[in-house]
Structures are given as structure tokens and as C-alpha cells.
């Protein structure tokens, strides 16, 4: 081999070395992200959307609802102006979205779906640097994910935002009852929808006492048109405030999406029942990162009784519960200017 190859070879072979210890970050706009990854975990491929600002390489990792949600439907004001100042990684979950897999009902649980997320840590880290910070955010179904991944391990996050989150989704068949009880009772009282509200409570007088999901997917629907109606008389802010013309349809596959919803709720609702045993209040004193909570007032999908039980019970010595008064399950939508501030706060305080 003649010297200009050796050299050649050694210019080759530290380049190599250096685009392996520095993740190639500087292949990348870290100012304005908008990259697709993929995590490729126990026989599943699930893409990450990383979008927005990360200069500073502090990374938002977003959790949907659902099961079987999308990690796009974050997307709106209030995450438009979190991505000013951060990176945020829309992720679909195991199950959902336009993620990839053959599932067997030991394949799709909330244990390996929490590994993911862990997955999905080691992947960003190694693409944009070890230096890289997090902090998880959870919504909905995605609160009892974003718990479980924490009890599991907290170190690689600097803090946990709860939106409407589930700690205990086998309490909330109880918890919906009495919001919708006295929510309907206090609308009542006001002379507003009368026969929505005395439906909401001839639903609940009729449901099985014994928690099960049948009636519990009764019980949520209900909660959703009651929000509805709470929209319609003016005590929830509309979601079409915080609702941006994203063109996020474009990403995902229907056929993919909808059959990726048909199995995520036939093996974790209906076979595996998980919604009728989850519960992990328990265990919520092992959390101890920075925690913030945030409910809206009116949620009757995931009341704010269950916020406030995980807010007293959790372990961390900084923690705060934000209540959004004009809003019900989707917060972010309904007062997105002061979503947004809420979370950029916690994140700037604690990065």
C-alpha cells in the first residue's frame, strides 16, 4: 500500500471516529429540527417526529393517549411555541400511529411499551450526543406510560409533565361516575342542557357497579359529549383555539393507523383488560424527578380527582399541580398560550 493510501485511510478512519463520538450532530440543523427516527425494539419499528429547537439539546418526549393514539396529535399551538425554544419528539407508540410489528398479547403490555420509550432515549442519545437531556411528558393513556417508564428507570429524565394522565386506570370507572354525577347535578341546578345532563345521570344510575370496560367506554364517550356540551355553554374554551392546520394527516398511513388501533385496543382493552387492573398509586412515591401536574377543570374523561391523588402521593420533593379552568381533556387546545408558558417554565427551570 503506497502512502498516499495509508493516508488516506488514516484521514478516513478519523473521521469515522469522530462522527461516532460526536453522534454527527453537526450533520444537523439542531436549530430547526424536522427528522424522523426509528427505534426498533423486541420486534416492533416505531418512528419518532423530532421536531423544533435544540440547540441546547433538551429534548420534550411526548407520550399520546389512546391507547392507540397518535404522536401527532400534540401537534398545535401550544407545541408549535414549545418547539421555539426546544426539541419536542412526537413518538408512536408501540401499536399506533405508523409504527411496524407483528403483536402477540405478550408482545404489546405496558411493560416492553415502557422499555420503548427507554429504547427511544439510548437512540436520540447516540444521534444527537450523550450530552443530550429529557423530560417526558404524558397525556392521557400516555400518563399511566409515562409512569410506568419512570418506575422503571427515572435517571434519564429531568423532570415528568402529567396532562390529564392516568396513574390509576382502574379507579377512573369510579372516578367518571361521580364527575359526571356532579357535573350534571351543578348543570342542572344552572337550567343548562337539561336532557343532556339527566341522560348523564340515567347512564350512570345503569352501568354495572362492578368496574368493567363495556360500561366503561359508556362512561367515556358520555364524558366526551358532556365536554361538548360544557363547550357549546360556555364553560370550556374550544379546542379549535390551540388547533393549527399542520397537515400532520399527510404522515401517517390509514390502512397502518387503523389497524394498528383495531389490535392496540383488542390486546390491551379487551383481551389483556389492562384498564380494569392498572393501577399504580402505590408506587408513586418512588417517583422523585421534578413533577408537574396539569388538569382541566372540566375533564370528565380523566377527572381531576385522579391528578390530585397522584400529586399528593408522588415522591418528588418539587412538584406542582396546575388546574386550567377553562378547560377540559386537552388543555393544550383549549388554553394553549398558557399551556405552552406552564411547560416552558417547568422546563427551563429544571434543565
Known amino acids: 500500500m503506497n502512502q498516499f493510501n495509508k493516508s488516506f485511510l488514516k484521514i478516513v478512519s478519523i473521521a469515522i471516529t469522530l462522527c461516532l463520538v460526536t453522534a454527527c450532530s453537526n450533520d444537523y440543523d439542531l436549530d430547526n429540527l424536522n427528522e424522523t427516527i426509528f427505534v426498533r425494539h423486541k420486534n416492533a419499528d416505531m418512528p419518532a417526529y423530532i ?40 413518538f408512536d407508540q408501540r401499536g399506533s400511529g405508523n409504527s411496524q410489528g407483528h403483536y402477540s398479547k405478550n408482545e404489546l403490555n405496558i411493560d416492553i411499551m415502557a422499555e420503548d420509550v427507554l429504547a427511544l432515549v439510548k437512540v436520540i442519545r447516540h444521534k444527537f450526543g450523550i450530552d443530550s437531556r ?11 406510560l409515562g409512569t410506568a417508564t419512570l418506575l422503571k428507570n427515572q435517571s434519564d429524565f429531568k423532570g415528568w409533565i402529567e396532562v ?75 379546542v379549535e383555539n390551540g388547533i393549527e392546520d399542520n397537515n400532520s394527516f399527510l404522515v401517517y398511513n390509514r390502512l397502518t393507523r387503523y389497524w394498528n388501533l383495531n389490535q392496540v385496543e383488542d390486546i390491551l382493552i379487551y383481551n389483556n383488560g389492562q384498564f380494569t387492573t392498572l393501577d399504580f398509586t402505590s408506587q408513586l412515591s418512588k417517583i422523585t424527578i421534578p413533577a408537574l401536574f396539569i388538569s382541566g377543570q372540566y375533564d370528565l374523561r380523566v377527572p381531576i380527582a385522579s391528578a390530585q391523588n397522584a400529586y399528593e402521593i408522588i415522591g418528588s420533593e418539587i412538584k406542582s399541580f396546575k388546574i386550567f379552568e377553562r378547560s377540559g381533556h386537552s388543555p393544550n387546545f383549549s388554553e394553549p398560550e398558557r399551556f405552552a408558558a406552564e411547560v416552558l417554565n417547568f422546563i427551563s427551570t429544571h434543565k
Open 51 to 90: 421536531k423544533g429547537n435544540a440547540s441546547e439539546k433538551v429534548f420534550l418526549i411526548t407520550l399520546h393517549g389512546g391507547p392507540g393514539g397518535l404522536g401527532f396529535d400534540f401537534l398545535g399551538t401550544a407545541f408549535s411555541d414549545i418547539e421555539h425554544k426546544y426539541g419536542v419528539v412526537y
Open 134 to 144: 429529557f423530560f417526558l411528558l404524558g397525556a392521557s393513556w400516555g400518563g399511566t
Open 164 to 238: 390529564g394522565g392516568a396513574n390509576n386506570p382502574a379507579g377512573l370507572y369510579n372516578l367518571n361516575k361521580e364527575a359526571l354525577t356532579t357535573t350534571a347535578n351543578n348543570q342542572i341546578a344552572l337550567g343548562n342542557s337539561i336532557d343532556f345532563w339527566e341522560s348523564a345521570l340515567a347512564l350512570v344510575a345503569q352501568v354495572d357497579p362492578i368496574p368493567n370496560v363495556q360500561d366503561g367506554d359508556l362512561l367515556n364517550f358520555k364524558g366526551f359529549e358532556a365536554e361538548i356540551k360544557l363547550v357549546e355553554d360556555g364553560f370550556i374554551d374550544s
